[in-house]
């Protein structure tokens, strides 16, 4: 930027409860902070950060008309590891960097999605409804259906990313078997953490558990759909702590329900919240939680911290830690 002006530094959206690391970069730095917390369609965001250096959002929409308007040489941070909202291509081509935040929470979405996967196998929810819906208060465990130990349990992995090998080191400790599908893997490395590469379709047909962890893009849209589930055991457990469009989740509420799919432990969904009527709501041997599975003390804080530091290395000028695109 020219020498002698302040950085212009946005922030489009956040729910944070403080921005203090923010603040105190931008302090630091020399920085004009301008923040909003819910701007997020495109006309608004255009209008807000005509000239920034620096954008930094959740949810809005960076789009090519968004894009253009920035300054020289800008940068637009993702609170997240997704990056959806942005037009990655039209960035490249205006010359605005794109960074996200890939490592902010990955042990903590891991946690979760370890956590889905295990009270759907070992029946937890089902268990506590019988216990306290019965009237002796007590159950008879075998008449839930069965539970397999999970050293006997197979894990397929869609995806090897950080939060995946995360996964995947969690219930191998369990003594799980865990293979994976990943088409960009260094087969190598991945071995070498005790995951073995296979096609998408021996992945399904093999599973006792199924975990989404790919990015969300045109042709991962529905990846699992309804005959990716029909190659699936009967008895198989789906999770998906990923992005909710990874899943067809009616074909999987409708085969759960059928009793063609084991269960499902769900944190995602294609729409958010999830409507009413929307058949997972009701449907057997399926765990929901809010789009949670990033959320912790922890995970937030580093996320910001994570955030606000690319944001001073960007001001600077000098090289991001996770940009995206070259």
Known sequence: MPAGRRARVVITDQTFPDLAEEKRIAAETCAELIVREDVVAEAEVAALTAGADVVMLAYAQITDAVLAGLAPGATVIRYGIGYETIDFEAATRHGVRVCNVPDYGADTVADHTVTLALTVLRRVTEHHAALTG???????????????????VTCGLVGT?????????????????VIAYDPYADPAAVA??????????ELLESADIVSVHAPLTPETRHLIDASAIAAMKDT????????????DTRAAAEAVTAGRLGGLGLDVFESEPLEAGHPLRSAPRTLLTPHAAFYSER????????????????????????????
């Open 236 to 247: 198989a457990i789906l999770v998906n702590t990923a992005r909710g469009a990874l899943v």
């Open 192 to 201: 070498a953490e005790g995951i073995g590469l296979v096609s998408l379709e």
């Open 161 to 177: 990313g950080q939060i995946g090998r995360r996964v995947a080191a969690r219930l191998r400790a369990f003594g799980a078997r």
């Open 134 to 152: 019965s009237e002796d208060g007590w159950v008879t465990t075998a008449g839930l259906g069965p539970v397999p130990a999970v050293s006997d």
């Open 299 to 326: 995970s937030l804080a580093n996320l910001q911290l994570f955030a606000a530091e690319e944001m001073g290395r960007a001001v600077r000028g000098e090289r991001l830690r996770c940009q995206l695109n070259r």
